[in-house]
Structure formats: C-alpha cells, structure tokens
C-alpha cells in the first residue's frame, strides 16, 4: 500500500510539473510572439513611415534653407537662424524681383513640390503603420498644404503665371502654409519608436540571458 501510494504521489506530481512546464511554455511562446510582433511592427513603422517622413522633412528645411540663402543672401553663408527666420515674400505689398521669382517657380517645381508629393504618397498608402488610427491633424494641415501648393503650380500653367505677370504673393504660395507641427510631430514620434524598439532589443537579449549555457 505504502509503495502504491509514493508511486501514486511520484507519478501526480510529476505529471504536475510537467503540465506547469507545458503551461510555463506556451506563455513563453505567447510573449515571445507578441514581442515580436511588437518589435517587427515598429520596425516597419520606423523603416516605412516615420524614418522616411523624417528625411523627407529634413531634405525639405535644408533646400528651402539653401535657396532662401542663395537668393535673399546673396550666396553668403548667413545665420542658419537668421536664414530660417526670413521671409521670401515678407513684404505683401512688393513682390521679389523677376531673378528671385523665377528661381522661386523653379524651385517649386523640380525641389518643393516632388517633395511634397513623396510625402503625401507616403502618409496615404502607408497608413497602417501610423502609431494613430485616424489621421492626425498636423498630418492633415500637410495634406492640405500639399494640395494647395499643387494647385498653386498648377495655376502657373493654366493661367500663363510667371515671374513677370504674377501680381500678388497668392499667386506664388498656396493658401495654406506648410505646418511646422507636422515636423515636430514626426521627429517626436519616430524618437518615442527608437526608444521602444531599444527597450524592446534589451528585454529579448536579458530573456535569452537565462537560457545560454
């Protein structure tokens, strides 16, 4: 009886452990799976979407820093903040000479609005991977911004606009100005990213700490 019964106690707790292990197992497969998931998705986003976006806004700022130097500066190597803060149709009531406008209208074309326009393709057929379901607003303000800036190109054409019939600055910039917001949105969105991918990596290499030899 005494022998039934440790072969009986034996035999139930070892099976009790074994189905913990089983059980401890397939949650370890379950976390190890959603870190993944994790981790992966955050790569696309990074990768994909907010990586791009951010060096598309980048290579945007430094052209538009370039030709604000060139043409209102004269070619000299000006303050970067006093370059970002001037204003190439600052004054409403005077536009800039002819050289100025026509290098404008260039810019625009073949710098400005391609720029635009990988952006914009970007946020649209990329959307699954935005961190928010619904499009943010600084997100939106650029849509439009980019719209507007392509109708304004457009007018260009259509209305025979160039720098020596142009009248007011509406008929070179669009109605809507590009939003800082969306930058800062961006650049803040793909560094919280970075970070949770790190935090990510840590706890992979510390899980799998405990199982090396």
């Not at 209102?72 to 000479?97: G, N």
Request: charged share 25%; glycine share 4%.
């Amino acid at each position: 009886m005494d022998a039934f019964l440790d072969f009986f106690i034996r035999t139930g707790v070892a099976a009790l452990l074994a189905g913990i292990g089983v059980n401890w197992n397939l949650a370890r497969q379950r976390k190890d799976a959603a870190r993944k998931y994790s981790r992966e998705r955050i790569e696309a986003q990074i990768r994909d979407y907010y990586g791009p976006l951010h060096a598309l806004n980048a290579a945007g700022e430094e052209a538009f820093l370039s030709f604000k130097n060139r043409f209102l500066f004269d070619d000299r190597e000006s303050d970067r903040k006093v370059i970002a803060q001037a204003d190439f149709f600052a004054d409403a009531s005077k536009l800039p000479d002819q050289a100025q406008l026509k290098a404008w209208m260039l810019w625009t074309q073949e710098i400005f609005l391609p720029l635009n326009e990988r952006r914009q393709d970007i946020i649209l057929r990329l959307h699954h991977l935005s961190v928010q379901s619904e499009i943010p607003p600084s997100f939106a303000a650029f849509l439009a911004h980019a719209q507007a800036f392509r109708a304004t190109v457009a007018n260009w054409k259509a209305g025979g606009i160039d720098e020596r019939t142009g009248r007011s600055r509406s008929d070179f910039c669009p109605a809507l100005p590009f939003p800082a917001a969306f930058d800062r949105e961006v650049a803040a969105t793909l560094k919280a990213l970075e970070a949770e991918r790190v935090k990510l990596l840590q706890q992979e290499a510390r899980w799998w700490a405990l199982f090396r030899p």
